[in-house]
């Protein structure tokens, strides 16, 4: 549809592209299909990171996995099938460098850089400037995709448009746990001392009790438990705010006691006469009241460690996790509250966010992010306006997390997973019904995406 352009729409029909990784690279292949010229901005390999080794673009810069190729059970997997109905250029190439991995896509990651680079240096409308961009322009199209990584520069100017407390320099992630996996046999909804001036803030916290033993025996597994060391490069100066929970618990077997599993103000239903020793307390992590993180369990121990530890937890016994803890080094914005849902910058529009800079997490979904911020901000250089992501696709579940479904004071990067789609009416919940839920999900979001993709 060919819409009447505001003046600063017109400017220019060029699309400048901030970032030649994973987003960058997808979202400039994707405007250059539409017909839109496109500059990538890449600092690499005249500026480094710590952890790109190359100048090519989308580089891959740990494993080398795209992780599951499922796209009737696997969200993951599902983004991966969306991406290639819409001519992606990452899924693209990595099908033609595919590893044998069993269900996994991974694939021979220097090969796979190389092609990507080579195919968008090639493309008539697509130019590439080695430079690193400080400042958000005003005039203009601009996509920044700088990953993780932004360099620190960027990452002060992004900081100065937008606030302090919206950019994050650093993941300190708490386990996200499927709402449906969790013993409400043994949890219940309560806010410390009934805080709140409503019912549902007065329920805000789902709340798993220890006794004694289970808490001694929980900590001697989080002090036994294998942990992840820092990447070079990293520094640990945000341990002042956000402590890993075994660093707590190597300050004494009480400190977790004192702090993120204070037993005070709340009262077990199930045997309201007991008093818990311990309580662990977990907090919607979005809308649909999916998925809940564990609150101040931010961990540096291995994934394999995290299930098992976790799962002591009462209530959380056969607990699902759609994302486990970690920290790390990871620029991000706070989407929430800073895009639109076509993810530009509310104060500034003619901006764009991409990548795992929006605050998704993984190699795919910053591609998938990437894919629709070209899309959008090719439609609005042709003074287009297309139809809203479907939301039950997983690029929608995915768009609409990051800028409005998840809680903009908690927000931490997210992948995909089932936990963000609207259920399906009608279907079983718990674990029983999983595999027929998941098909019907990725059922629904073949079609609508088939249908928004051809409208585009
Ligand atoms: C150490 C580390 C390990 C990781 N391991 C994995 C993993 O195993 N699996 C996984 O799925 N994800 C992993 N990730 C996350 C991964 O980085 C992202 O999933 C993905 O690469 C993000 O894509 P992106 O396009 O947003 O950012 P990137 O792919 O990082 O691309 C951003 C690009 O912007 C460029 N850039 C930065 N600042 C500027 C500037 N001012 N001007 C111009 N260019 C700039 C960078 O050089 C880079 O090429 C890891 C991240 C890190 C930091």
Known sequence: MALLCPIWQRMTDKLHIVGGGMAGSEAAWQAAEMGVDVVIHEMRPNVGTFAHQTGNLAEMVCSNSFRSDDDEQNAVGLLHWEMRTANGLIMSTADRHRLPAGGALAVDRDPFAESVTARLNAHPRISVTS??????????????????????????????????????????????????????????????????????????????????????????????????????????????????????????????????????????????????????????????????????????????????????????????????????????????????????????????????????????ESAAMGLLAGRLAAAEIQCRTLPDVPQDSAMGALIHHITGGAEARTFQP????????????????????????YKAYTDRAKAVWSDWVKQC
Not at 197 to 207: F, I, S, V
Not at 230 to 244: K, N, R, S, V
Not at 416 to 436: A, E, I, S, T
Request: glycine content about 8%; proline content about 5%.
């Open 131 to 364: 430079e690193e961009v400080t400042s958000l322009p005003e005039d203009d199209h601009w996509i920044f995709a700088t990953g993780p990584l932004t360099s620190p520069d960027l990452g002060q100017a992004i900081q100065a448009a937008t606030g302090a407390d919206a950019l994050a320099f650093f993941d300190a992630i708490a386990p996200i746990v499927y709402a449906d996996s969790i013993d409400m046999d043994k949890a219940w909804m309560q806010s410390r001392y009934d805080k709140g001036e409503t019912e549902e803030e007065r329920t805000a916290y789902l709340n798993c009790p220890m006794d004694r033993d289970q808490y001694e025996a929980f900590i001697d597994a989080l002090l036994a438990a294998d942990k992840t060391e820092f990447h070079e490069g990293e520094t640990a100066g945000y341990f002042d705010g956000c402590l890993p929970i075994e660093v707590m618990a190597e300050r004494g077997r009480e400190t977790l006691r004192h702090g993120p599993m204070k037993p005070v103000g709340l009262t077990n239903p199930h045997q309201p006469d007991v008093k818990s020793h311990a309580v662990v307390q977990l907090r919607r992590d979005n809308a649909l009241g999916t998925l809940f993180n564990i609150v101040g369990f931010q961990t540096k121990m291995k994934y394999g460690a995290q299930t098992d530890v976790f799962r002591m937890i009462p209530a959380l016994e056969n607990a699902s996790f759609a994302r486990l803890g970690g920290i790390h080094r990871n620029t991000f914005i706070n989407s929430p509250t800073l895009l639109d849902e076509q993810m530009r910058l509310k104060s500034q529009p003619n901006i764009r966010f991409a990548g795992q800079i929006t605050g998704v997490e993984g190699y795919v």
């Open 414 to 437: 997210m992948n995909v997973n089932f936990g963000l789609f609207r259920p399906v009416d009608g279907l079983k919940g718990g674990r029983r019904g999983r595999k027929d839920r």
